[in-house]
Nanobody, 124 residues
Framework: QVQLVESGGGSVQSGGSLRVSCAASGYTYNHYCMGWFRQVPEKKREGVAAIEVSGGTSYSDSVKGRFTISQDNAKNTLYLEMSALKPEDTAMYYC??????????????????WGQGTQVTVSS
């Protein structure tokens, strides 16, 4: 099982930028892809971006062109660069890993390891 710890969340004004990170430890060699998800109270967890070990990426329509997912395999760290942030991007952001081929899925059910989350708040 891989352990995931997010960091880098915080508060930013609308239009600003922020980068969140996810440090992976444990059995990091057996995951096929990783992803970023977000959730606000009383709503379902939403897939934001995913990246395969090969480097392929996918994004939700709501963040395409504004967010960039990347990974540093040497550091076992996943990143999400967020720009042109909007108040509707406010959420708890979670990273996740899948130990099965994921086809860059943004469905939470595809992923079997989760971090504890980091809060991102965008004010207008």
């Amino acid at each position: 099982q891989v352990q995931l710890v997010e960091s880098g969340g915080g508060s930013v004004q609308s239009g600003g930028s922020l980068r969140v990170s996810c440090a992976a430890s444990g059995y990091t060699y057996n995951h096929y892809c990783m992803g970023w998800f977000r959730q606000v109270p009383e709503k379902k967890r939403e897939g934001v971006a995913a990246i395969e070990v090969s480097g392929g990426t996918s994004y939700s329509d709501s963040v395409k062109g504004r967010f960039t997912i990347s990974q540093d395999n040497a550091k076992n760290t996943l990143y999400l660069e967020m720009s042109a942030l909007k108040p509707e991007d406010t959420a708890m952001y979670y990273c996740a890993a899948s130990s099965y081929p994921c086809s860059l899925s943004l469905s939470p059910s595809t992923y079997n390891s989760w971090g504890q989350g980091t809060q991102v708040t965008v004010s207008s």
